[in-house]
């Protein structure tokens, strides 16, 4: 198999992509496999530590203000249309995938309407309950789009969709928690709590955090992000060892905890999922239609789960939420993930003998 994969701008696009080509690996030794991202994207880095090779392509966002500033960047993104629109036709002259496969993102919009125009096929790979603009506007041309939730059907420019749920790191339920609180250097009895606000990072999240690792109840480990680095300044004085700007280990990390207090993004929901352990989720304000506050009070009405929005974020509140949940005799059964086998199974009708 020839497969590009494009995607980027956030960890919640690029992670799909990453576990996709890893299982396409395990299960084809003889798969070729290109990452295609913005040359400045944080996906250049993560897709090279997974050994993919990674083509950059020049691409910029649109500003939705009507300022000065916003015009400015428009008329820079509408030129970077142009200069991506022929690096991409170079890509894939070059590469001859037998098909690509688009995450997420503004990077996967030229490139993936440069395969439309040149025949070659694509499909999405969609997480969120209510997709992107780029998404929507791509989903008429695709093969088909794997969605993550059901709910992200209505938004769609066509009904070629495939409900298999966000394709997972391979294995990622499997690890104990014994041995991953060893691994992290964890060795008495309290209750284990994992934080993060993705992987920008939330200074809202980090802030209460702070408040509650200062009452020193729990254990922490905690991911403060890209954007917050001198949040570590903050708890030097606390003698807290796992906390990082991003959490590499993920895996990990929520095999080793008890309780999960986090963002509502698709994947993190679906890593969420398989594992079955309770979470106190805190949507995003700041991302388009919300979508991070309907996929949480959709995980919320299966999952064992509480939802907290920024505006009403208190330390108090939190803290007795957290001991609620750590005290709640109530159990949801973890949910079976078999999205990376159903996407790659598709992927395959599309391989040239």
Do not use: W
Not at 69 to 82: A, P, R, T
Not at 291 to 300: D, E, G, I, K, L
């Amino acid at each position: 198999m020839r497969l590009i994969l494009v995607g980027g701008g956030t960890s919640g696009h690029i992670n799909p992509a990453l576990n996709i080509a890893e299982y396409i690996k395990k299960n084809d030794k003889n798969s070729k496999i290109l990452y295609v991202g913005s040359k400045n994207g944080m996906e250049v880095k993560m897709a090279k530590k997974a050994g993919l090779d990674f083509k950059g392509i020049t691409v910029s966002g649109f500003s939705r203000k009507f300022n000065f500033k916003g015009i400015i960047e428009n008329v820079i993104s509408i030129k970077n249309v142009f200069i991506s629109s022929f690096e991409s036709k170079k890509i894939l002259k070059e590469f001859k995938p037998d098909i690509c496969l688009g995450t997420g993102g503004y990077v996967m919009g030229t490139f993936l309407s440069q395969a439309y125009l040149m025949k070659i096929p694509f499909v999405l790979q969609e997480q969120n309950a209510v997709p992107g603009l780029t998404s929507k506007f791509l989903s008429k041309y695709a093969q088909t789009v794997f969605l993550g939730s059901k709910l992200a059907a209505k938004y769609l420019r066509t009904d070629k969709f495939i409900i298999t749920g966000n394709p997972i790191k391979n294995n990622f339920a499997e690890i104990n928690q014994d041995e991953a609180k060893k691994k992290l250097g964890i060795i008495n009895d309290l209750p284990v709590i994992l934080s993060f606000g993705g992987s920008l990072g939330s200074e809202v999240i980090n802030n209460i955090m702070l408040e509650i690792m200062k009452r020193k109840k729990y254990n922490h480990i905690h991911g403060y992000g890209k954007n917050n680095k001198n949040f570590k300044e903050k708890i030097y004085d606390l003698d807290i060892k796992n906390i990082k700007e991003y959490l590499e280990n993920i895996d990990i990390c929520m095999a080793a905890c008890d309780l999960i207090i986090c963002r509502a993004g698709a994947m993190t929901l679906s890593e969420l999922a398989t594992l079955g352990k309770p979470a106190i989720l805190i949507p995003s304000p700041n991302v388009t239609n919300n979508h991070q506050f309907v996929n949480a009070t959709a995980y919320s009405k299966k999952f064992t789960a509480s939802v907290i929005e920024e505006k009403d974020l208190k330390a108090q509140k939190l803290d007795s939420e957290i001991s609620r949940l750590l005290n709640s005799s109530e159990k949801i059964a973890p949910e079976k993930n078999n999205a990376c086998e159903q996407i790659y199974n598709f992927l395959k009708l599309f391989v040239k003998n």
